[in-house]
Structure formats: structure tokens, C-alpha cells
């Protein structure tokens, strides 16, 4: 069955301070993968997603993520962290099948001035 | 171009009520899917429908819950005599017929059971 798992449930950082959030999946072929956003009392918005060709992808806000097949992962990073950034951050995966989304439990960030 | 409509954004209901939420997808988009946010998880799949269609309903509770999708009008997620369990923020998202990876979310129905 596919799983994400986001093993990091609270990051705090300073802004201008750069971020990496981990995200490891269980799935038996090459899924579909996702970072979603949500601010406080909001939806979710898609950052960036994977389907394939390059490993690494560029997504919106500044926000690039990398699938590491051999490592069964897809962490979110970004070089300089802001202000607004602090949200709670999701992964998911999506099985090909039905693309229905299965999703970690997030991480939330806080950012320090 | 509109987005994932859901209203209402905030229901209150007493135990044993029924609340009915809806979800008007982006223009276009024939797919549905509706997730459930407990407090402080992440969201859990509910179900997914095309227009008169239930596609997957494999993480529907077997009681109380029906969703539909008729040809015309939103998508609806009712949930019948409410409990206390049910409190939870429910999203809707869309996708578009040809564009199946990506899911375009709604802004969420935030449900209170007194």
C-alpha cells in the first residue's frame, strides 16, 4: 500500500536561513508526487509536483524538490526562507491508477525574524 | 477562471443533524475528490466521482456518509445524524478529464458538532 511519511512534525528556522523538509514514500512503481502548502485556515496549494524526466523540479515561491528513487524520498528545500513562508507542508503521492492523493501528516514551519 | 468553490466555509451542527457540503469544481474539471482534515492531521481520502459516477469510494465511512455528483450542480457530501467524530475540515479538489495528475483544492468546509 502506498505511505508518505514526514518524519519532522514541527521545524522552526530564521528567516534568510535555508530549509529542507524530508518526505519519504512507499510505492511499488514510479509515482506521482506532490508539495502542497496550507496556511492557517486555508486550502492547500500545489507547489511544485513530479512525474518524471528531471529529478529535480523547480515549483512556485522559490520552493525546488528532489526524487531520490534509491532513497525513496522527495524532500522540499529552499535557500532562503521568508516570512510568509510559515505554514504547515504537505507531501503526497498520487497512485496512477485512480490518482487519488495519499498525504504525510505535514510539517509545520515556523519562521523567526 | 474560478476556482474549487465548497460553501458553506463554516457549518454548526448538533449531534444528530445532517450537514450537506458543497463543491462547485473549476470550469472544466469533471472529476471530483473529497478529503477529510482531522485536527492536527494530514488529509485522509474520501471518495471520487465524475459527473453521476462514483469512481472510488474506498475511504468513505460505511455509514451515515453519501456523496454524489450530479450531471448538473455542485458535487455534495452528506453526512447524516452528525457526531462529535465528524468535526473536521472537509476539502473538495478537481482535475481536469485530460490533466489528471494535478488537483486544483478548494478552500475547505470547516464542520462543528456541538
Known amino acids: 500500500a502506498q505511505s508518505v511519511t514526514q518524519p519532522d512534525i514541527h521545524i522552526t528556522v530564521s528567516e534568510g536561513a535555508s530549509l529542507e523538509l524530508r518526505c519519504n514514500y512507499s510505492y511499488g512503481a514510479t509515482p506521482y508526487l506532490f508539495w502542497y502548502v496550507q496556511s492557517p485556515g486555508q486550502g492547500l496549494q500545489l507547489l511544485l509536483k513530479?512525474?518524471?524526466?528531471?529529478?529535480l523540479v523547480q515549483g512556485i515561491k522559490g520552493f525546488e524538490a528532489e526524487f531520490k528513487r534509491s532513497q525513496s524520498s522527495f524532500n522540499l528545500r529552499k535557500p532562503s526562507v521568508h516570512w510568509s513562508d510559515a505554514a504547515e507542508y504537505f507531501c503526497a503521492v498520487a497512485a496512477r491508477e485512480t490518482d487519488k492523493l495519499i498525504f504525510g501528516t505535514g510539517t509545520r514551519l515556523q519562521v523567526f525574524p | 477562471n474560478a476556482g474549487v468553490m465548497q460553501n458553506p466555509r463554516h457549518l454548526v451542527r448538533r449531534r444528530g443533524q445532517e450537514a450537506r457540503l458543497r463543491c462547485s469544481p473549476m470550469k472544466g474539471h469533471s472529476h471530483v475528490y473529497w478529503y477529510r482534515q482531522l485536527p492536527e492531521e494530514g488529509l485522509k481520502f474520501m471518495v471520487y466521482l465524475q459527473k453521476e459516477n462514483i469512481i472510488d469510494e474506498s475511504g468513505m465511512p460505511k455509514e451515515r456518509f453519501s456523496a454524489e455528483f450530479p450531471k448538473e450542480g455542485p458535487s455534495i457530501l452528506r453526512i447524516q445524524q452528525v457526531v462529535r467524530g465528524d468535526s473536521a475540515a472537509y476539502f473538495c479538489?478537481?482535475?481536469?478529464?485530460?490533466?489528471?495528475?494535478?488537483?486544483?483544492f478548494g478552500p475547505g468546509t470547516r464542520l462543528l458538532v456541538l
Open positions: 513530479y512525474f518524471s524526466g528531471d529529478t
Open positions: 479538489a478537481s482535475h481536469h478529464p485530460t490533466v489528471q495528475e494535478t488537483q486544483y
